[in-house]
């Protein structure tokens, strides 16, 4: 748009906003975006004469809301020091939290005035925008629904978690009304664009920085409590989980679950508590303990100790049989996570079977259930027969049922002279049978009938009908066959498979963690290869990533990261979606943007976006 078109341009869109705001109809040419803004602001009642109050006029920016906001107190340094620039800049710069409420602003723009800038208080605006999108937003004059604005020019960009890469909030830069997007042209950024990306990013850096330093604080915590050898300790988070070896022998994983969950709440009601409750830095002594009522129902909550050493005393899971003492760990006056040490019982404590194989990690129902079963069965000694998808963990529970057994597969040689070996005792593991020649298939079926008790282990991955040959074998053991379940019906899974399937932590390769929004991810995908599909992707992260801290999801591969489909796409839409989606990620997820490198119009992108979702 040139500069002789732009004041035309305005003069429209502020023209179709008095005919809004009249109730009468718009013309053509509002974008949707903005009229379907006016009328949520129409819906939720905002005045759009409204003038600021006594108290929004003062000199003085908006106090702080919450007054000990963790967000604002990584921003502070930053805003302080980029503040006496703005008065001369005659623009202002605004701080809020994911709930739009001002934490900070500094400047001459009349934004600054708001202590909220949610639509439901004060109608469209750059930072709501910026907040619903997940990315930088601007809103220019007449966009806005309040008169006050109308020659207001803003532009926010939301400041994300380190840990999850949620929104923690949005930084928003304020000035008199320039040039940016009017009537869906784009006439370039808002000048204070690059000012607004600088300050959230190091927002973001530093509340990276702190986050990091806590985890250190837990780790130190965790190395002082544990300095004992053989002693069992385990140290909790919500993200990171440190286990001593002691630990792991008595722990059970519903145990660790349910310690998780416990200092969750602890951390929750730390962040509720009142101001002051907290300790120095990294003290896990004399401060707030976790306490249950006599009545518990399993959630925690803090109370300050009296006379007490500052910790707390939880039962622990039946099959874990015995307690643990949970001391909150603090650091800058926050709780931030537990260190708890394991007391078993006098009784005898049975330790869990060792895994030799990742592919049996799970404790969902599904799964322990199928286990059980394969466990009962195989005590005999006779022949077993496991079903389940591709890459369930067939071979793997095969394996871990028997000792010593000779491994066969049949996708990759004939059967040969093998089952000379069932006469010996051995086990023999015939991995996917579906792939036996037809006579290695008849040779099973003459010994199982004249040795039904020998110790054969056959894995069976349904597909194509079986032959005449094969479905006699099924038959023959169908009696004694566990079908696994998989991956996509045991979600709860996920994170001790994760756990299970990364590779040990070397020198300069620290351990995988996760994002809550890639955890997420992770257990709504169906995971058509199962857990073998899962190992892949943790090992190609492992081995080829780049960054620190928790894997995002942003990092996951696109059908992991976007979600399945809601329903069922053909092979041309998963195509077009595909493309979609990968010109969307190269144009930041500008749609406009994104449609012209597609040679397609914007509306065209819409409607398939809309399709794809059902």
């Not at 602003?105 to 708001?114: E, N, R, Y």
């Amino acid at each position: 748009m040139t500069t002789a078109e732009r004041p035309t341009a305005l003069t429209s869109l502020r023209h179709a906003r008095e005919l809004f705001l009249r109730g009468r109809q718009s013309p053509d040419g509002v974008p949707d975006d903005v009229l379907a803004a006016w009328k949520r602001a129409r819906f939720f009642g905002v005045r759009h004469d409204v003038r600021p109050t006594v108290a929004d006029t003062s000199e003085t920016a908006p106090s702080p809301t919450p007054a000990e906001s963790p967000l604002l107190a990584a921003a502070r340094p930053v805003l302080d020091r980029i503040s006496e620039s703005l008065v001369t800049a005659e623009a202002c710069l605004v701080l809020t939290d994911a709930r739009l409420r001002v934490l900070w602003a500094s400047g001459c723009a009349p934004v600054h005035l708001c202590r909220d800038l949610s639509e439901e208080r004060v109608g469209h605006n750059s930072a709501a925008l910026a907040l619903h999108t997940h990315r930088r937003a601007e809103v220019h004059g007449p966009e806005h629904y309040l008169d006050r604005w109308q020659d207001v020019s803003a532009v926010s960009v939301p400041v994300r978690a380190p840990e999850t890469g949620q929104p923690l909030g949005t930084v928003t830069v304020a000035s008199g009304l320039c040039g940016g997007r009017v009537t869906g042209a784009e006439c370039g950024p808002h000048p204070g664009a690059p000012l607004a990306e600088a300050v959230a990013t190091a927002v973001e850096t530093e509340l990276l920085a702190r986050s990091r330093a806590a985890e250190r604080v837990l780790l130190d915590a965790y190395l002082r409590t544990a300095g004992e050898r053989g002693r069992p300790v385990v140290a909790l988070d919500g993200r990171n989980r440190l286990v001593s070896e002691a630990a792991g022998r008595l722990l059970s994983p519903e145990g660790l679950e349910e310690l998780e969950r416990r200092v969750v709440a602890l951390m929750r009601e730390a962040a509720r508590a009142e101001p002051g409750t907290g300790g120095g830095s990294g003290s896990v002594t004399g401060q707030p303990a976790l306490t249950l009522p006599d009545d518990t129902d399993g959630t925690a909550r803090l109370t300050l100790p009296d006379d007490t050493d500052g910790t707390a005393r939880l039962t622990l899971p039946d099959e874990t049989d015995g307690t643990a003492r949970l001391t909150p760990v603090t650091h800058l006056g926050s709780v931030v996570g537990a260190v708890a040490v394991l007391e078993p019982s006098g009784r005898p404590v049975v330790a869990a079977p060792g895994k030799r194989d990742v592919g049996l990690a799970g404790s969902s129902v599904p799964w322990r259930h199928a286990v059980g079963r394969a466990l009962e069965l195989a005590t005999s000694g006779e022949p077993l027969l496991l079903i389940g998808e591709r890459g369930t963990g067939k071979s793997a529970l095969a394996r871990e049922l028997t000792e010593m057994p000779l491994l066969m597969d049949a996708a990759e040689t004939g059967l040969g002279t093998r089952t000379d070996v069932l006469r010996t005792g051995r086990p023999l593991i015939v991995r996917h049978v579906e792939r036996l020649a037809a006579p290695d298939t008849a040779a099973l079926n003459s010994l199982l009938a004249t040795r039904p008790d020998v110790p054969l282990l056959v894995t069976y991955t349904p597909g194509a009908p079986p032959s005449p040959c094969l479905q006699r074998l099924l038959d023959t053991l169908a009696a004694r066959s566990v079908t696994l379940p998989a991956l996509r019906e045991r979600p709860e899974d996920i994170r001790e498979l994760l756990t299970a399937l990364a590779p040990d932590p070397t020198p300069g390769r620290p351990p995988l963690t996760w994002a809550l929004d890639a955890l997420r991810a992770l257990e709504r995908h169906p995971w058509p290869g199962n857990v073998t599909e899962l190992a892949h992707l943790v090992r190609t992260l492992a081995d080829h990533r780049r960054t620190t801290g928790p894997v995002r999801r942003t990092e996951l591969p696109d059908p992991v990261r976007e979600g399945p489909a809601p329903r069922p796409l053909t092979p041309m839409q998963l195509a077009e979606r595909s493309a979609i989606l990968d010109a969307l990620r190269l144009h930041g997820g500008n749609k406009a943007r994104a449609a012209a490198s597609l040679g397609i119009a914007r509306a065209t992108l819409y409607r398939k976006l809309r399709g794809y979702r059902g």
